[in-house]
């Protein structure tokens, strides 16, 4: 993992995701891209270049921001860009060949009762770029204990699970993977194949009505310190794929959250 990405919100948590941020990109050696992406909406026959003032503000805020941080000796590269946020962002991952993108939960959202606010919402939701979600607050700490769940073991996409490997050998982590079986059920769904089975340290199968379910039911017995999950458009976030927004009664993770794209 050498390349990572936080993009930067106003919320008042901003300072200490990045300082989780660079704490996080030290533990691995790896540079960190702090970015902020904005959008100009304008009248026909505007004459004021608005464009140029917004660049130098939000470039102006985040090297602010960087200042107020300990940066540990890693390498930070501040970017301000225009666009719409989900492309602007998937481009300049791919640009910057970004390995995973650290996201707050509410980078602008004040409401206490938002778990995911709009943006992250869509961070998480509309792009297949393996995520990291930090709880608001939370400090770093080395990751010792995973609890990876998920409803299907099968793989089809190349190298899927690298961002879980990357923290496993990283941290020397335990994998502790979590089968929920669903009413989705599908056979071979639990045949867990040898790519899998080199990352984790026990299995528990389980059966919930959905794969949350099966994590509230087992994270207090595991403890973990990272809780792994899948990305897929009728997965792990299913109950609210239709809204960006994610409240607090409908999930809810004291501890990181580490988004994989889907596996198939």
């Known amino acids: 993992m050498k390349n990572i990405l936080v993009p930067v919100g106003s919320s008042a948590n901003a300072l200490s995701n990045l300082q989780y941020a660079i704490d996080f990109a030290q533990a691995f050696g790896a540079r960190l891209y702090v970015v902020q992406v904005y959008n100009v909406y304008t009248k026909a026959g505007t004459m004021i270049k608005v464009d140029d003032i917004i660049e130098r503000e ?62 992250s919402g869509k961070i998480i939701k509309q792009t297949q770029i393996p995520a990291l979600i930090i709880p608001e607050g ?13 409803k299907s073991a099968i793989i089809k996409k190349a190298d899927v699970l690298g961002p879980l490997r990357a ?22 769904d639990f045949e867990v194949n040898d790519e899998m089975k080199a990352l984790v340290d026990t299995t528990t199968k389980t059966e919930n009505a959905t794969t949350f379910q099966g994590v ?3 994270f207090q017995a595991q403890q973990p310190d990272l809780l792994c999950v899948v990305r897929r458009k009728r997965g792990f976030f299913a109950k609210n ?3 960006n927004v994610i409240l607090k009664k409908d999930f809810y993770s004291p501890v990181p959250v580490l988004v994989l794209s889907g596996l198939k």
């Not at 923290?167 to 071979?188: H, I, M, Q, R």
């Open 58 to 119: 939000s470039i102006a805020y985040l090297n602010d921001l960087v200042s107020k941080v300990d940066k540990k000796d890693v390498e930070i590269i501040i970017k301000s860009f225009k666009g719409k946020l989900i492309d602007t962002l998937e481009l300049a991952c791919k640009v910057g060949d970004i390995d995973l993108i650290l996201v707050e939960p509410r980078t602008n959202s004040i409401r206490e009762e938002v778990y995911l606010g709009k943006t």
């Open 138 to 150: 939370y400090t770093f700490k080395p990751i010792k204990n995973i609890l990876f769940a998920i």
């Open 167 to 188: 923290v496993k050998e990283n941290f020397s982590s335990n994998v502790n993977l979590l089968l929920v079986k669903t009413p989705f059920y599908g056979e071979g």
């Open 216 to 218: 509230l039911e087992h």
């Open 241 to 243: 794929w239709e809204k």
